[in-house]
């Protein structure tokens, strides 16, 4: 993976995308970057619709019956991400009303959003449903909040709504509490023991949609196919009980979980697949999922996109301490949240080039060197890697974090009001021409960046944690030669 990163890493560095800290010169941009090859977004979504040899499968022969595929914003919501989604030709599933309009500024058109939430108000429901939006209630308070708002549309804004019930199919959890939703005690959705569903869409005749979410990383496939099967038998009892087909969509939340030990999106690895995800669902449920007229949708998000990102910062010391080496780099726990609370359930591979973009290469694992690789927040637990076995890193080294195209950015933190560092994108697979293209590379593969994102100031910092008065200024902002001119 190294040696496949190294050529556009080359390229960034030639292109002046990654800082480089000079001595007595104050540098607002962290010498730290996050790249995505949206060529490897695009590849899976390919991947989502057909097999390597083009026969359609996925969950999508999904294509069946109308299937409408969904981009799970919350996994990485830039909008350069949200536009390549857009023209990928996905829809995409939203967990806040913010990321229903960041959808919606992108182009998807709002027949293609999905509103999810556990925390919808009335005026976000009513709002949601006015612009033709899917929206999943979560509990009955939603329920209530709903038939409100359905009270101030007309007929024909009623008759296209899509309102649906997220159903907890309580199969149990996977291998990480945190994102398995189907235990028992889940906070998400209606669960089925305990709750009357049929008699719920009996008296709510409006409600037309179901959801089912039974989790994602480190939720094994076929415990996620019991759940589709398990909810798909409710929709069938309604159907049949209610003499109509009142459950017009069907509505498969989670995804596929993502491998971050190999590169599953060369194929190799152990990592899960769309058409492995498709035999199991066709296992737990036969047919009767395709063949009843039901509009499928998807909600994919980490599986689509961890693959294409990777973030890269210089090494900006070196140590021993009790025997270990250590290397302090400008990321950590400010992206890399889970991993440093939860590092055995999110860990990240790493690799070590030097200053230039070169790969560092060993002739033997007897030149490894176990080390830490610690980032720049002031708490202990502020690691990326730990005891792991690597080249040994020096002063200025590029320390190059693989798979952070889902939940690395978008889970921010602002602990140490550290800045946030720049975003790049570029194709690797010629797909596409570096619209607004920064730079071209002169190494022997030419990459074309975009710019994603700026990277933060001190200023952006500063107002983040102020109160700013009637003229927007901060109220407590001063200005003084002492202080550094780039707070603007």
Same mark, same amino acid.
């Given at each position: 993976?190294?040696?496949?990163?190294?050529?556009?890493?080359?390229?960034?560095?030639?292109?002046?995308?990654?800082?480089?800290?000079?001595?007595?010169?104050?540098?607002?941009?962290?010498?730290?970057?996050?790249?995505?090859?949206?060529?490897?977004?695009?590849?899976?979504?390919?991947?989502?619709?057909?097999?390597?040899?083009?026969?359609?499968?996925?969950?999508?022969?999904?294509?069946?019956?109308?299937?409408?595929?969904?981009?799970?914003?919350?996994?990485?919501?830039?909008?350069?991400?949200?536009?390549?989604?857009?023209?990928?030709?996905?829809?995409?599933?939203?967990?806040?009303?913010?990321?229903?309009?960041?959808? =919606?500024?992108?182009?998807?058109?709002?027949?293609?959003?999905?509103?999810?939430?556990?925390?919808?108000?009335?005026?976000? &429901?009513?709002?949601?449903?006015?612009?033709?939006?899917?929206?999943?209630?979560?509990?009955?308070?939603?329920?209530?909040?709903?038939?409100?708002?359905?009270?101030?549309?007309?007929?024909?804004?009623?008759?296209?709504?899509?309102?649906?019930?997220?159903?907890?199919?309580?199969?149990?959890?996977?291998?990480?509490?945190?994102?398995?939703?189907?235990?028992?005690?889940?906070?998400?959705?209606?669960?089925?023991?305990?709750?009357?569903?049929?008699?719920?869409?009996?008296?709510?005749?409006?409600?037309?949609?179901?959801?089912?979410?039974?989790?994602?990383?480190?939720?094994?496939?076929? =415990?996620?196919?019991?759940?589709?099967?398990?909810?798909?038998?409710?929709?069938?009892?309604?159907?049949?009980?209610?003499?109509?087909?009142?459950?017009?969509?069907?509505?498969?939340?989670?995804?596929?979980?993502?491998?971050?030990?190999?590169?599953?999106?060369?194929?190799?690895?152990?990592?899960?697949?769309?058409?492995?995800?498709?035999?199991?669902?066709?296992?737990?449920?036969?047919?009767?999922?395709?063949?009843?007229?039901?509009?499928?949708?998807?909600?994919?998000?980490?599986?689509?996109?961890?693959?294409?990102?990777?973030?890269?910062?210089?090494?900006?010391?070196?140590?021993?301490?009790?025997?270990?080496?250590?290397?302090?780099?400008?990321?950590?726990?400010?992206?890399?949240?889970?991993?440093?609370?939860?590092?055995?359930?999110?860990?990240?591979?790493?690799?070590?080039?030097?200053?230039?973009?070169?790969?560092?290469?060993?002739?033997?694992?007897?030149?490894?060197?176990?080390?830490?690789?610690?980032?720049?927040?002031?708490?202990?637990?502020?690691?990326?890697?730990?005891?792991?076995?690597?080249?040994?890193?020096?002063?200025?080294? &590029?320390?190059?974090?693989?798979?952070?195209?889902?939940?690395?950015?978008?889970?921010?933190?602002?602990?140490?009001?550290?800045?946030?560092?720049?975003?790049?994108?570029?194709?690797?697979?010629?797909?596409?021409?570096?619209?607004?293209?920064?730079?071209?590379?002169?190494?022997?593969?030419?990459?074309?960046?975009?710019?994603?994102?700026?990277?933060?100031?001190?200023?952006?910092?500063?107002?983040?944690?102020?109160?700013?008065?009637?003229?927007?200024?901060?109220?407590?902002?001063?200005?003084?030669?002492?202080?550094?001119?780039?707070?603007?």
């Amino acid at each position: 993976r190294a040696h496949r990163i190294s050529p556009a890493l080359k390229s960034a560095l030639e292109a002046g995308l990654l800082s480089r800290a000079q001595s007595g010169i104050f540098q607002h941009e962290p010498p730290a970057a996050q790249f995505f090859d949206y060529g490897i977004f695009r590849r899976k979504a390919d991947e989502l619709r057909s097999d390597p040899d083009g026969r359609s499968h996925g969950v999508p022969a999904l294509s069946e019956g109308g299937v409408l595929h969904t981009f799970a914003v919350k996994a990485n919501p830039f909008a350069s991400t949200l536009g390549e989604a857009k023209r990928l030709g996905l829809g995409a599933e939203c967990a806040s009303i913010v990321e229903v309009w960041q959808a =919606l500024r992108q182009g998807i058109p709002a027949s293609d959003v999905i509103y999810d939430s556990p925390a919808k108000t009335l005026a976000e &429901i009513k709002h949601a449903l006015s612009l033709g939006i899917y929206v999943n209630l979560d509990n009955l308070s939603e329920l209530e909040k709903a038939r409100t708002a359905l009270g101030y549309m007309n007929d024909d804004q009623k008759k296209k709504a899509r309102i649906g019930l997220r159903i907890n199919p309580q199969m149990g959890g996977g291998s990480i509490a945190a994102t398995s939703t189907a235990t028992k005690t889940s906070k998400f959705g209606f669960a089925v023991e305990g709750s009357d569903i049929v008699k719920l869409y009996k008296d709510n005749d409006f409600l037309n949609a179901i959801h089912v979410h039974t989790g994602s990383q480190g939720c094994p496939l076929d =415990l996620s196919a019991q759940g589709i099967a398990a909810v798909l038998e409710i929709a069938e009892t309604v159907n049949k009980e209610l003499g109509s087909n009142q459950i017009q969509h069907f509505d498969i939340g989670g995804g596929v979980p993502a491998d971050y030990d190999h590169d599953g999106d060369l194929r190799t690895g152990r990592n899960y697949t769309f058409s492995e995800y498709r035999a199991e669902i066709d296992k737990a449920c036969g047919t009767a999922l395709w063949s009843q007229g039901f509009k499928i949708y998807t909600e994919m998000g980490r599986s689509l996109c961890s693959k294409m990102g990777w973030t890269a910062s210089r090494v900006e010391a070196v140590k021993v301490s009790g025997g270990r080496h250590i290397a302090i780099c400008h990321v950590g726990a400010d992206l890399f949240v889970r991993t440093a609370y939860q590092p055995e359930n999110w860990p990240h591979r790493v690799s070590v080039f030097t200053p230039e973009g070169e790969p560092k290469d060993v002739s033997s694992d007897s030149e490894l060197v176990v080390q830490d690789v610690a980032g720049p927040l002031c708490f202990s637990g502020d690691m990326l890697a730990t005891a792991r076995r690597l080249p040994l890193i020096e002063e200025d080294d &590029i320390i190059v974090v693989h798979d952070t195209g889902a939940y690395t950015y978008s889970m921010h933190s602002r602990y140490n009001s550290r800045l946030a560092p720049a975003v790049y994108a570029y194709w690797s697979d010629s797909g596409r021409a570096g619209r607004g293209r920064l730079a071209t590379g002169s190494s022997d593969t030419i990459f074309d960046f975009v710019k994603v994102k700026s990277a933060e100031t001190p200023g952006d910092v500063l107002k983040f944690w102020e109160a700013p008065d009637d003229d927007g200024r901060s109220a407590n902002y001063q200005k003084s030669t002492d202080f550094p001119n780039i707070l603007r």
